[in-house]
């Protein structure tokens, strides 16, 4: 679905990524993990066009995406849930999620609204909060709403930048549970940047390893879970115990 080969990238001077290759098939949740700098986010922001490659290949279903702009992109079907949830402060929650749509052409009241109802039968918080401001909800309900945000694009793959940040390990729990239910029954295929390694890897089928600009470890996320190299250098030694095994 979508292939990622040989992808060099910089910004101005600073060499992000030195040449990664790695893919999601339909259906799966992939995560990439890696501490901080490794550049799982700028890898996000190359499938979703804010940045291009200074080398290699990105293909969605066959199709080169690497030179298109970000409005293309979001048409064919890939949604990209920002790191830090960047919800709309100053508009109500049913607002942030019309803003959803935007990729959407010619979506009639009533299909606005089924979908609306649709996320909130989902998000039953959200449908509580439905005339909150965003600034006023907690930093849980903006992750969910900037999740639900991004499913009004009826994406085909989601792009989900670091969802756990900041937020209180029961509500972590929470966000991942939503992720994989949108997974399993919605049939959206998942990409998921994560530094919370143990969680990421519990809801993912595959899981690949960052360390500056590079992969360095990749499998199954059973395995990547059990192997020992990976359990010392990013799971704390732990793979139990959830919330407490992120990198430093
Ligand atoms: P984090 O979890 O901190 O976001 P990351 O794995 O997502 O880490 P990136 O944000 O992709 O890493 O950063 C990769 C490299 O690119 C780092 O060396 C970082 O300093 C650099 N970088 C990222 N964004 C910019 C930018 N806008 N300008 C210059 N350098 C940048």
């Not at 009639?108 to 600034?135: T, V, Y």
């Not at 709403?145 to 937020?167: F, T």
């Not at 192997?227 to 732990?238: F, K």
């Amino acid at each position: 679905m979508m292939e990622f080969h040989d992808v060099h990238a910089s910004y101005d001077a600073v060499v992000a990524l030195h040449g990664i290759s790695f893919e999601v098939k339909k259906g799966e949740i992939v995560c990439l993990l890696g501490a901080n700098g490794a550049g799982k986010s700028t890898t996000l922001r190359l499938i979703s066009g804010l940045i291009h490659p200074k080398k290699g290949e990105i293909s969605f279903n066959g199709q080169n995406i690497h030179n298109m702009s970000p409005e293309s992109i979001v048409k064919l079907g890939i949604s990209h849930v920002p790191e830090g949830r960047r919800v709309f402060p100053g508009l109500s929650v049913t607002d942030n999620l019309v803003l959803g749509v935007s990729n959407r052409t010619n979506v009639s009241k009533q299909e606005l609204k089924k979908d609306i109802n649709e996320i909130f039968n989902l998000f039953p918080d959200l449908k509580r909060l439905q005339n909150a401001l965003g600034w006023t909800l907690s930093g849980g309900q903006q992750q969910m709403l900037a999740i639900a945000r991004g499913l009004m694009a009826k994406p085909k793959v989601l792009l989900m930048d670091e969802p756990s940040l900041g937020l209180a390990p029961i509500v972590v729990q929470e966000v991942f549970r939503t992720i994989e239910h949108i997974n399993k029954n919605m049939g959206t295929t998942v990409l998921l940047v994560e530094q919370n390694a143990s969680m990421a890897l519990a809801i993912s089928d595959r899981g690949y390893v960052m360390e500056t600009g590079e992969i360095v470890f990749q499998g199954m996320a059973k395995e990547l879970l059990n192997n020992p190299e990976v359990q010392s250098a990013y799971l704390g030694g732990r793979v139990k115990g959830g919330c407490n095994n992120e990198f430093s």
